[in-house]
């Protein structure tokens, strides 16, 4: 199932899809993560939500189980299909988790982002019913300890040890209960306003140790509370419902409640209702959490329209009130993730795309090169892998607004520099900034197109550009292209010769060229065309071999390049289309 860009539930609009998988589309991450004693070292509640909207989740917890229920009423059978996270909610990585209890506030606010609800009585009954492995509850003596992270600690490595003497015949995934007491939602809480419901702790012969609770504050959380996410979306006779809208039907909430209607199926009317992971702006360095290498720090948005930002920084030591933040936008490649963006050292069984691009280090060579600016990477990806056909159904109005603003906001306080950049379809996103604003935005110092330029249109955006090269000395452009159009895939041409970034490039040349001096010069098969002391700089590449070299120009140190030409530190420790300079800076998993 291919990963969308939101932090919400894929919703399988079928029953015999909804009897199959439902998914829970926290963020793939693409290597483990970091495990849970590494996030740990500074365990915080509030903390929890950022590490889940980063995807610091086991990836079992991320395929749901159905459990099957049934009531009567009025004569009729009903049949109902509801879908359960495999073990309560934890994070860390399948090798090394924490089983994470919380108050209803937190948790309310992760199960509303996820597309979630927590369960019923009922629903935990049933849930104990269908569970594939059943654990003995395994209660600690009650001290004031109990409440505190080194209890909740010590209760998860004794529910792992439970849990591993299963693996060989119930693998992670299998849908697993009896160690905790659930979370609930009750009609008890109806009208009260600082309470938290609590049931279950299953022993083996099915009676619950904890009987429906709720004389516990909303601030009570101990070792013994899980949280069992539910999908909102559930089946009942052959058709998709909302769980909340079956529990408000008097004839169908019987399926998962025993205690009658339930109209407020929430928390979110006893607490303050959560803002939704991922959705609200983030601030630097608050919002953001340790990206697990060379130091760096990472947050994720989802913004409007199916955007999904990852934003990458490094330590906060790196930041300085009087040091520019040089703040680069890179727009995804066409079919490419933003894990596959950034890179890493591939494992036995990675996908090739991993390898192809490594935009992540990069940046980090770049970081150790650019002393006097501080390099964040905003990572650009939609949900339907390609910035053309994002434009075609979107259209170009609110991209300064919703994108770039939004962005530039989280370093409120500094002197941010801005790059507009991308590769492949990426550069779309640049040109439709260009249409939907009078002009190049007077923040933007660099726009780099990265074998990337397919849309540009000499009625649209040459004016734009020329009046933005001419209004600083500090703006730059940099195109990069092969020859395309002589490419051959499978033995025959897939572009033609003015609709390739070949084709392109040299139509951008001969515009800028009427108003610009350029200088031209052939190194063996690479064209460099430049012009205002090298603040504009054509790199295009011959290609009589009539090979596919689209990413080749960015692995061979084109993102490095692009970002320092014009620059004293152009071609500094490294070579444009040489070997990779970077080496030392990917990341190994």
């Not at 939101?6 to 199959?20: D, I, K, N, R």
């Not at 991308?422 to 900034?433: A, Y």
Request: hydrophobic share 40%; aromatic share 10%; charged share 15%.
């Amino acid at each position: 199932m291919q990963r969308r860009a939101s932090f919400a539930l894929f919703y399988c609009c079928s029953l015999v899809a909804s009897l199959a998988a439902q998914t829970l589309l926290i963020p793939a991450r693409s290597e483990q993560g970091l495990g849970a004693r590494h996030l740990t070292n500074q365990f915080s509640e509030p903390l929890i939500p950022g590490w889940v909207a980063l995807g610091y989740v086991p990836q079992f917890l991320t395929r749901l189980c159905p459990v099957n229920v049934t009531n009567i009423s009025d004569g009729r059978t009903n049949i109902g299909t509801f879908h359960v996270a495999p073990d309560y909610l934890a994070i860390g990585n399948d090798d090394d988790y924490l089983l994470t209890p919380l108050t209803p506030r937190t948790a309310q606010g992760i199960a509303d982002s996820l597309a979630c609800t927590l369960p019923t009585r009922k629903m935990v009954d049933a849930i104990y019913a269908a569970a594939d492995v059943k654990l003995e509850p395994q209660p600690i003596p009650s001290t004031p300890a109990m409440t505190t992270f080194p209890v909740f600690a010590q209760h998860n490595e004794i529910v792992r040890t439970q849990r591993a003497a299963f693996l060989g015949t119930h693998p992670l995934g299998a849908l697993v209960a009896g160690h905790k007491k659930d979370v609930v939602i009750s009609a008890k809480l109806s009208g009260t306003t600082n309470k938290v419901a609590i049931y279950g702790w299953h022993r083996t012969n099915g009676a619950p140790i904890q009987p429906l609770y709720t004389g516990h504050s909303e601030n009570w959380v101990d070792y013994s509370h899980g949280i069992r996410l539910v999908s909102h979306l559930m089946f009942v006779n052959g058709k998709p419902m909302n769980v909340a809208s079956v529990l408000a039907d008097p004839k169908l909430c019987g399926l998962i409640s025993d205690e009658g209607v339930i109209t407020h199926a929430s928390y979110s009317g006893t607490v303050s209702t959560p803002r939704p992971l991922g959705q609200w702006n983030r601030k630097w360095p608050e919002d953001f959490l340790p990206g697990g290498h060379f130091g760096e720090m990472v947050a994720e948005l989802q913004l409007s329209r199916d955007v999904r930002v990852h934003i990458n920084a490094p330590s906060p030591d790196s930041f300085a009130p009087n040091k520019p933040v040089l703040l680069i936008f890179y727009a995804l490649p066409n079919g490419n993730t933003i894990e596959q963006t950034i890179g890493k050292t591939l494992q036995p069984g990675d996908d090739w795309h991993f390898d192809i691009q490594h935009i992540g280090a990069q940046t980090r060579f770049l970081r150790h090169m650019l002393t006097n600016q501080t390099v964040v990477v905003a990572y650009l990806e939609n949900s339907l892998k390609s910035w053309p056909a994002w434009r075609r159904k979107f259209g170009d109005t609110g991209i300064r607004n919703d994108i770039f603003i939004t962005v530039k906001q989280i370093f409120t306080g500094y002197d941010v520099r801005v790059v507009f950049t991308g590769h492949s379809g990426g550069g779309s996103l640049t040109f439709g900034l260009l249409n939907s604003a009078a002009g190049v935005p007077s923040d933007v110092e660099r726009i780099a197109f990265l074998d990337s330029n397919y849309a540009y249109a000499t009625t649209n955006h040459l004016a734009k550009l020329t009046h933005w090269l001419k209004a600083s000395t500090n703006n730059n452009l940099t195109v990069l292209a092969y020859d395309d159009a002589n490419a051959l895939l499978e033995g025959k041409s897939f572009v033609s010769a003015e609709g390739g970034t070949w084709g392109r490039s040299h139509a951008m040349l001969r515009d800028l060229g009427v108003i610009f001096p350029f200088t031209s010069m052939t190194n063996d098969t690479l064209r460099t065309h430049t012009a205002l002391d090298g603040r504009i700089q054509f790199l295009l590449k011959e290609n009589p071999d009539r090979k596919i070299l689209h990413t080749v120009q960015v692995e061979r140190n084109g993102f490095i390049h692009a970002m320092l030409t014009g620059t004293p530190l152009e071609g500094n420790g490294y070579e444009y289309l040489g070997p990779r300079a970077y080496t030392n800076w990917i990341a190994f998993p």
